[in-house]
């Protein structure tokens, strides 16, 4: 079992940078891949960013590739997520995920949630 509390979030202007930290508990965190997700109003949860559980693989989709960076901290069970030159667009609720795999993109696979931290980008 792992519970995942997410922090971090605010209101920026565009083009602000903002930091998004999520602290894991549970002693198979460092075995378990991570992944980011939003979802905006109206919209469908969508991952921005996923690390398998080492660190060697990481994944992005093209809407926030080269402006997102994920990261984890496997001592501290941590995980990261650094957003530079944010737009309106990113304004969603995000989500930090733990998937029973040790990497591993596919929402479907992530098996527990946090709480979410709210976003709001203004222009």
């Known amino acids: 079992q792992v519970q995942l509390v997410e922090s971090g979030g605010g209101l920026v202007q565009a083009g602000d940078s903002l930091s998004l930290s999520c602290a894991a508990s549970?002693?198979?965190?460092?075995?378990?891949?991570m992944g980011w997700f939003r979802q905006a109003p109206g919209r469908e949860r969508e991952i921005v960013a996923a690390?398998?559980?080492?660190?060697?693989?990481?994944y992005y989709p093209d809407s926030v590739k080269g402006r997102f960076t994920i990261s984890r901290d496997n001592a501290n069970h941590r995980v990261y997520l650094q957003m530079n030159s944010l737009k309106p667009e990113d304004t969603a609720v995000y989500y930090c995920?733990?998937?029973?795999?040790?990497?591993?993109?596919?929402?479907?696979?992530?098996?527990?949630w946090g709480q979410g931290t709210q976003v709001t980008v203004s222009s």
């Open positions: 995920a733990a998937a029973r795999e040790a990497w591993t993109r596919i929402p479907h696979q992530y098996n527990y």
């Open positions: 690390v398998s559980w080492n660190g060697a693989n990481e």
């Open positions: 549970g002693r198979t965190f460092s075995s378990y891949a």
